[in-house]
């Protein structure tokens, strides 16, 4: 080869085997698309991003804070790294039944129905109503056994608040008849060797109303 054309093409070979050299080294998309950019310490691998726990997306720009705090919901969604609870339950994860804090048989102290006599030392029962977990059923609430005229034979029913300790008797006919209850309920659990509960309660049967207000301890 002609030593002046040699001299003229070898700066040239060197310049593409360096440019060759830069090209490789660049992370580029298929078919040497535009230069691929991973962001929040991403990794680019083959033309694509390799994104580090909690992240996603092309660039490695979506956040999901459920995956990057390990948040798992045992009865429930994670949403923006927070628990979103099913019905009936709460806690940080979810993790807790909702009314197992109002479960138990109570011991009367005091139930006064005005204008009814006050009925003391008899039990009642607060159970897990089996169709919906946000549900109680409470026995022998107002029952017939201690009010033979007015009283119910059903259990009454009540929707527990989550994450509080109160729970709400809807309004109800539990004899399906014109008779119905509606009230609410507080447990008070600050002292778990003496347990309270109180309930306020309406009777309306006919044109008759009765005013009624709880009180029960815990003893099992």
Known sequence: MNPMIRSLLLPMVIALLSFGSISCGDCVGAFGKEKVECN????????????????SGVSCDSLDLCELNDVICVFGDCQDGLCECQSGYEGKLCETESR???LGKFRVSTEACDPLDTIAGREIEIKRDIFDASRISISDL???NNFPINGFFSKVEASVTPNSNSFVIFGQ?????????????????????NIQINIDYTIVNG???????LNGKFIE
């Open 40 to 55: 929040n310490g991403g990794t680019c691998n083959d033309g694509e991003c390799d994104c580090l726990k909690g992240y």
């Open 100 to 102: 197992v804090k109002f």
């Open 142 to 144: 107002f029952g017939y």
């Open 173 to 193: 006919s539990p004899d399906d008849n014109s008779k119905t209850i509606s009230g609410s309920g507080v447990i008070d659990n600050s002292d778990t060797n």
């Open 207 to 213: 044109n008759k109303q009765y005013t009624c207000a």
